[in-house]
């Protein structure tokens, strides 16, 4: 198995583009020029949220129970585990900020639904109103953290890439065609030595 299967592509790209979107809606929502525009960026900011939870379970599920496809040449043992860390602090952002998002808004009042169907009341309005703006602060602590992890993330395939020269990158790759990648990489590292 040289790479991920089609499904698990599938899901790590659906869900890099829900979290950009997500994170793109809350980021520049202050540039929409008109309030009705704002609200609805929140909204979709909510549901790409929303769905970025139920997807992250799957991811979960599919991870416990597939192989995956190894890194050739190996990376030493302690790169191998900072890269297993790595993805769990992922995993837990990608879970903790839609949770912390729901009570949230659950803390002010408000309902909050996905796709139609309104979510369940987690809080008692009178009892967590207190505790609104701690769970905003925390969901936008959270979600800056979660760009920092994002950042480093790429920062790291590119430079397994395109320094140490391994298949960690063509192992995501979501296009057929991406395999022109290594190619450039054996014609470059043999200019280069």
Not at 87 to 94: G, I
Not at 127 to 141: D, I
């Amino acid at each position: 198995m040289e790479s991920y299967n089609k499904t698990y592509k599938l899901l790590h790209w659906g869900m890099a583009l829900l979290v950009i979107a997500a994170l793109a809606l809350v980021e520049f929502r202050g540039w929409l020029p008109s309030k009705d525009m704002k609200h609805e960026a929140v909204f979709l900011h909510i549901q790409a949220g929303l769905g970025i939870f139920c997807l992250i379970w799957v991811r979960i599920i599919w991870r416990a129970t597939h192989d995956v496809p190894p890194i050739v040449p190996a990376p030493p043992g302690f790169q191998q585990k900072a890269a297993g860390w790595a993805h769990a602090l992922l995993y837990l952002l990608m879970a903790a900020l839609p949770f912390l998002g729901i009570l949230a808004l659950q803390s002010k009042g408000k309902d909050v639904a996905f796709l139609g169907w309104t979510l369940p009341a987690l809080l008692d309005e009178d009892k967590w109103l207190s505790y609104s703006l701690s769970f905003r602060n925390v969901h936008e602590t959270l979600g800056n953290l979660l760009m920092a992890a994002i950042a480093f993330h790429v920062l790291a395939a590119l430079v397994h890439h395109f320094h140490v020269r391994d298949n960690t990158l063509r192992r995501m790759l979501p296009f057929p065609g991406s395999g022109r990648l290594e190619t450039f990489n054996t014609s470059t590292k043999g200019n280069r030595q």
